[in-house]
């Protein structure tokens, strides 16, 4: 029997707003807990939630960048149950008119090739508080400085068939909405958290059925570790004859399983009604266009460009345009004057290497610029361009020729210096002088290697190549 | 330059005097705070339009010198850290806040029974309610321990305690006042609202709080309340529209010849009486019973002793968190607030929503459709009995949660339809007051309230009408 | 509409409350009583589409301005330890889609 595995996934994405998504504490991670908390936040008595502007923008904006149809009204809905870091015993998200539906995101699965995923829904609604189970004994310990933080929830449609492909929808995703500068979508931060629904049904077969969620999952690793897991233990549960029973399924990344929470014998009701404190969202529709049509270039597409426009590998086009961060600083020193591909060159192997992650680009693009052409202009080799451009990160503000003499790497092209070494050399090795002149080319490279020396590495090489060549012909 | 101190001093020594007589009208007051906020006026040189004036506020209304407690068990001694806007507005015009008032619980009820804390009485007979919820704030200043009071409604909770008690009360369009700071009952009807000793203070204090709060995202834009005390006194060319729904058959002999009396003014004032139609009026109880528990059954969730409030810790401690939340909430709410969580849970649950709440919403949408259409046709404001009885004695009325909810009949069809509404005292039956209730086009407080002036000069509210 | 012994346990449930028995019995009396006389709206209409509500909501500018509190989460919780609130625990709360 051979089976396939049907996945949805539903994201939840923190947004850049420096303000909560109804009241004005400040967003920021990492501060002291329950230091950024407010009567609206922690559900006090009489407090009552106002919407965010630039909450409501971004979301906007990310729900263009995923193709989404934006509703010119939506509105908001209490999701109500229990849980102690849920202040006010209800979540106000969106439900049954949500800002956004109907989009897609296109993706490389290792599997299939390019496949394009449907994008359900794309939703606003509040964070809840932050809760502890290990941090004090026999308590949960909460900490709201969390609770009312901006999301987005983006639900999938049931159209990814792999655990491969869950991850290449999520850095697919995260790509996406890094470009258009809507989130971290930081996993580790918690700006970006996955529930995943998976099912499994004989390969060929159109029917959905029954599926488990699962949760729990800390990295785009762990999601397609635990789905594998999930889906394994799906498939030998069926292959046994049993019912796939309807369940929340947690991963457990050190043992690499998944295992079932509690289930309940009534499915949870979250008794979904409007948001009376809230009037309906409404946005003008020249305003969406304008936005739809403002949108940055997005990474599919300038991928594409790259290739196209710069003759790039269809790789080094997606390395250059992983971010746009990076995008644009490969274009600002293409226009700075340097060559498309001796530009790639650069940027993927020397600017890169400064950077690892390549999340923080360590210098500007002009002083890369000024670098490359110190080393076309032959003052500066490709390795002495290396420990100029680490010198450049550590103080963008110098020009390129002055760390270079600061640290005495300009190369010395001055014939009259390096006519001197050559004959020093020559004069030191004559033996050596007569093999190469008696057919030996070889010692050519000794040569070089000698005057080199003599220069304390700073002759360049070109200029000592002719100059050699010159002084070895009679 | 007003005498702060001295005011201070009166208003404790009538406060006290009224509550000796057992009115139970406070939950909270003391000369200290008084003096204390008189003292910080009179350094201030403060003269805003209410100086000097002392206001008493029902306690589901967050305030900064007392407890807010809801006149529940699971919010005794709360003191909230921070305070309502409508107060706010209150102390910058230059008012004193008296202390806070009794209430039913979480204001659920028409009596002040379901207090947590003790009933209050009625002044006009103390084996009488005042009325409910903001019962508390009826009795003070029906007894004279204050002239204004702000109190709430969510279905008539002003309107019928001023009606019991023989004082002025208006419940403004919604919208009209923040509700930041209101501890929330039923969201989409809730409003703060105002009582007098006449309808120019209470509706002196509306203005006061009135207008827009970016703390709250359904108030309305400022909008003036127009001149609380025109010239004329005439009602030539006004049209009183006189809902037949709204005098059944069957309707209290004290109630009916009290409405009798006051249309007969309204006439002898040159307004023009016209009978009109709400027929959707019946529906207006069953469909306030769906959506007000509903939305209680939401907002009174976050009473969970987690993070404020009553945390119920059984003897030797509890096992997990699900047990503190039943056992807070069990203990903490009293009977009719648990009945109607329980009410509201059920009609929002799965399988239910659509035959009960979004039925309901639908219904209100039709009510509201009625008082459009007849405000349409040229007709000012509606003229009914506030009540359908004078005010019930303590007990009657509560082994039948039903009977109690049906007292709420001609007041909770302007919560419904979010228009503005106001009850004046317009006679007496056996001594006890009978309200009668001006209904207002949404935003049209103003025109209520230049009708309701005019009345209440024509009218003697002492005098008996039968 | 009957409302049943069993429905008191899961609605009570649903809204975590505590109801004994003696309670309970006289909620589903009256809680039937409410339910059969609110059912009298079944008697309206259909018939008009639903009005839609013609409000729109004002947004809030992202400027960090939170309304002060006058007294710390630490005064106010009923339990608080190393700057957190604290309840006893519960091995994992089923919090279901919750993030």
């Known amino acids: 029997m051979s089976w396939e595995t049907v996945v949805g996934l539903e994201v939840h994405v923190q947004l850049l707003t420096a303000t909560k998504m109804f009241c004005g504490c400040s967003s920021r991670f990492g501060d002291p807990p329950n230091t950024n908390v407010c009567p609206v936040c922690l559900g006090l008595p009489g407090a009552l939630p106002v919407p965010n502007e630039q909450a409501v923008w971004l979301a906007v904006r990310a729900a263009h960048a995923l193709g989404c149809t934006v509703h010119p009204r939506s509105s908001f809905a209490r999701k109500n149950y229990f849980y102690p870091d849920l202040p006010k015993g209800y979540?106000?998200?969106?439900?049954?008119?949500?800002?956004?539906?109907?989009?897609?995101?296109?993706?490389?699965?290792?599997?299939?090739?390019?496949?394009?995923?449907?994008?359900?829904?794309?939703?606003?609604?509040?964070?809840?508080?932050?809760?502890?189970?290990?941090?004090?004994?026999?308590?949960?310990?909460?900490?709201?400085?969390?609770?009312?933080?901006?999301?987005?929830?983006?639900?999938?449609?049931?159209?990814?068939?792999?655990?491969?492909?869950?991850?290449?929808?999520?850095?697919?995703?995260?790509?996406?909405?890094?470009?258009?500068?809507?989130?971290?979508?930081?996993?580790?931060?918690?700006?970006?958290?996955?529930?995943?629904?998976?099912?499994?049904?004989?390969?060929?077969?159109?029917?959905?059925?029954?599926?488990?969620?699962?949760?729990?999952?800390?990295?785009?690793?762990?999601?397609?570790?635990?789905?594998?897991?999930?889906?394994?233990?799906?498939?030998?549960?069926?292959?046994r004859g049993e019912e796939i029973v309807q369940a929340t399924m947690l991963f457990d990344a050190a043992a690499g399983e998944v295992r079932p929470m509690r289930t309940k014998e009534e499915a949870?009701?979250?008794?979904?009604?409007?948001?009376?404190?809230?009037?309906?969202?409404?946005?003008?529709?020249?305003?969406?266009?304008?936005?739809?049509?403002?949108?940055?270039?997005?990474?599919?597409?300038?991928?594409?460009?790259?290739?196209?426009?710069?003759?790039?590998?269809?790789?080094?086009?997606?390395?250059?345009?992983?971010?746009?961060?990076?995008?644009?600083?490969?274009?600002?020193?293409?226009?700075?004057?340097?060559?498309?591909?001796?530009?790639?060159?650069?940027?993927?192997?020397?600017?890169?290497?400064?950077?690892?992650?390549?999340?923080?680009?360590?210098?500007?693009?002009?002083?890369?610029?000024?670098?490359?052409?110190?080393?076309?202009?032959?003052?500066?080799?490709?390795?002495?361009?290396?420990?100029?451009?680490?010198?450049?990160?550590?103080?963008?503000?110098?020009?390129?020729?002055?760390?270079?003499?600061?640290?005495?790497?300009?190369?010395?092209?001055?014939?009259?210096?390096?006519?001197?070494?050559?004959?020093?050399?020559?004069?030191?090795?004559?033996?050596?002088?007569?093999r190469y002149r008696a057919g030996e080319a070889k010692l050519m490279g000794f040569f070089t290697g000698q005057v080199m020396k003599k220069s304390h590495g700073k002759a360049d090489p070109k200029a000592v190549n002719a100059a050699l060549a010159e002084a070895l012909k009679t | 330059m007003t005498d702060f101190v001295r005011a201070a001093r009166q208003a404790a020594q009538r406060i006290a005097a009224a509550e000796a007589k057992g009115t139970h009208a406070f939950l909270a007051w003391s000369e200290a705070a008084l003096l204390e906020q008189a003292e910080r006026l009179a350094a201030a040189g403060a003269a805003g339009p209410l100086a000097?004036?002392?206001?008493?506020?029902?306690?589901?209304?967050?305030?900064?010198?007392?407890?807010?407690?809801?006149?529940?068990?699971?919010?005794?001694?709360?003191?909230?850290?921070?305070?309502?806007?409508?107060?706010?507005?209150?102390?910058?015009?230059?008012?004193?806040?008296?202390?806070?008032?009794?209430?039913?619980?979480?204001?659920?009820?028409?009596?002040?029974?379901?207090?947590?804390?003790?009933?209050?009485?009625?002044?006009?007979?103390?084996?009488?309610?005042?009325?409910?919820?903001?019962?508390?704030?009826?009795?003070?200043?029906?007894?004279?321990?204050?002239?204004?009071?702000?109190?709430?409604?969510?279905?008539?909770?002003?309107?019928?305690?001023?009606?019991?008690?023989?004082?002025?009360?208006?419940?403004?369009?919604?919208?009209?006042?923040?509700?930041?700071?209101?501890?929330?009952?039923?969201?989409?009807?809730?409003?703060?609202?105002?009582?007098?000793?006449?309808?120019?203070?209470?509706?002196?204090?509306?203005?006061?709080?009135?207008?827009?709060?970016?703390?709250?995202?359904?108030?309305?834009?400022?909008?003036?309340?127009?001149?609380?005390?025109?010239?004329?006194?005439?009602?030539?060319?006004?049209?009183?529209?006189?809902?037949?729904?709204?005098?059944?058959?069957?309707?209290?002999?004290?109630?009916?010849?009290?409405?009798?009396?006051?249309?007969?003014?309204?006439?002898?004032?040159?307004?023009?009486?016209?009978?009109?139609?709400?027929?959707?009026?019946?529906?207006?109880?069953?469909?306030?019973?769906?959506?007000?528990p509903a939305e209680a059954s939401s907002n009174l969730a976050r009473y969970d002793g987690v993070r404020y409030g009553l945390r119920a810790d059984g003897g030797g401690g509890l096992a997990d968190v699900r047990a503190v939340y039943r056992a807070t909430r069990g203990r903490g709410f009293g009977p009719e607030v648990r009945r109607r969580i329980l009410l509201g849970t059920y009609v929002l649950s799965a399988g239910y929503y659509d035959a009960y709440y979004r039925k309901a919403q639908r219904v209100r949408e039709a009510i509201r459709a009625d008082f459009t259409r007849v405000f349409a046709q040229g007709v000012h404001a509606l003229f009914t009995p506030t009540t359908p009885t004078p005010a019930f004695r303590f007990g009657e009325r509560t082994a039948d949660p039903l009977a109690m909810y049906l007292s709420d009949v001609y007041v909770c069809t302007a919560n419904l339809a979010w228009v503005p509404a106001l009850s004046l005292p317009i006679g007496r039956d056996q001594g006890l007051p009978i309200g009668g209730q001006l209904i207002g086009a949404m935003e049209a407080e103003s025109t209520i309230i230049r009708i309701a002036l005019a009345l209440e000069r024509a009218v003697d509210a002492t005098a008996e009408v039968r | 509409m009957s409302v049943t012994r069993r429905d008191i346990a899961k609605i009570a449930a649903l809204a975590e409350l505590e109801v004994d028995d003696a309670a309970a019995a006289e909620l589903e009396r009256q809680l039937t009583r409410i339910l059969d006389y609110v059912a009298q709206l079944s008697e309206v209409g259909d018939d008009a589409a639903a009005a839609v509500d013609e409000r729109a909501a004002r947004l809030r500018r992202d400027v960090v301005a939170p309304d002060p509190l006058s007294r710390s989460p630490r005064e106010i919780a009923p339990a608080f330890q190393d700057g957190l609130f604290t309840v006893p625990r519960l091995g994992e709360l089923d919090r279901g889609d919750a993030p």
């Open chain 2, 52 to 292: 000097g004036e002392v206001v008493a506020v029902k306690d589901v209304i967050a305030d900064a010198l007392f407890p807010t407690t809801c006149a529940s068990k699971i919010l005794e001694g709360w003191r909230s850290p921070f305070e309502a806007t409508a107060v706010r507005r209150l102390r910058e015009a230059g008012a004193m806040v008296a202390g806070k008032t009794n209430c039913d619980e979480f204001a659920m009820g028409s009596s002040t029974e379901w207090s947590a804390f003790g009933p209050s009485r009625n002044p006009a007979d103390p084996a009488r309610v005042p009325g409910g919820s903001s019962g508390g704030s009826a009795a003070a200043v029906a007894s004279g321990a204050v002239t204004m009071a702000l109190g709430s409604e969510t279905g008539g909770s002003v309107r019928q305690p001023a009606a019991f008690c023989g004082v002025a009360g208006i419940k403004p369009t919604y919208g009209r006042v923040s509700r930041y700071g209101l501890v929330a009952f039923g969201s989409s009807l809730d409003q703060i609202g105002v009582l007098g000793k006449d309808v120019a203070s209470a509706a002196r204090l509306l203005g006061v709080i009135s207008g827009r709060d970016d703390r709250d995202a359904t108030s309305l834009d400022r909008i003036p309340l127009g001149d609380p005390a025109p010239a004329s006194r005439s009602l030539e060319g006004t049209v009183i529209g006189v809902p037949a729904e709204y005098f059944p058959a069957g309707l209290h002999p004290g109630v009916r010849a009290a409405s009798d009396r006051a249309l007969a003014r309204l006439k002898d004032l040159g307004a023009e009486l016209r009978d009109v139609s709400l027929p959707h009026t019946k529906y207006a109880v069953p469909a306030y019973y769906i959506v007000a």
């Open chain 1, 91 to 239: 979540q106000i998200s969106q439900f049954e008119e949500p800002l956004a539906t109907g989009g897609k995101l296109e993706i490389v699965s290792p599997e299939r090739g390019p496949v394009t995923v449907r994008i359900k829904r794309l939703h606003l609604e509040e964070d809840a508080g932050k809760s502890f189970h290990d941090r004090v004994p026999g308590m949960t310990a909460v900490d709201f400085n969390r609770s009312g933080v901006p999301l987005i929830e983006i639900v999938s449609e049931p159209d990814l068939r792999s655990p491969a492909e869950a991850r290449a929808y999520l850095t697919t995703l995260k790509q996406v909405l890094k470009y258009v500068e809507v989130s971290d979508c930081n996993m580790e931060e918690g700006s970006l958290r996955v529930d995943a629904n998976l099912s499994i049904r004989a390969a060929g077969s159109p029917e959905l059925r029954t599926r488990t969620e699962v949760k729990n999952m800390n990295s785009f690793s762990g999601v397609e570790r635990a789905l594998a897991a999930e889906g394994r233990r799906q498939i030998a549960a069926t292959e």
């Open chain 1, 268 to 434: 949870r009701d979250y008794r979904y009604f409007p948001e009376p404190d809230l009037p309906p969202l409404v946005l003008a529709e020249k305003w969406l266009a304008s936005e739809r049509a403002g949108l940055p270039e997005l990474p599919a597409a300038r991928r594409e460009r790259f290739a196209k426009q710069y003759g790039l590998a269809a790789a080094d086009a997606a390395m250059l345009s992983a971010s746009r961060a990076l995008a644009d600083y490969y274009e600002a020193v293409v226009r700075g004057g340097v060559a498309a591909k001796d530009a790639a060159n650069w940027v993927m192997n020397d600017l890169l290497a400064l950077s690892p992650g390549g999340e923080r680009l360590p210098l500007p693009p002009g002083r890369l610029v000024e670098t490359v052409r110190l080393v076309d202009g032959g003052r500066l080799s490709r390795q002495a361009a290396r420990r100029v451009l680490a010198g450049l990160a550590g103080a963008p503000e110098a020009p390129a020729l002055e760390v270079a003499e600061r640290l005495g790497l300009l190369q010395v092209s001055d014939g009259g210096a390096i006519a001197g070494w050559v004959r020093e050399t020559l004069a030191a090795h004559p033996a050596e002088v007569a």
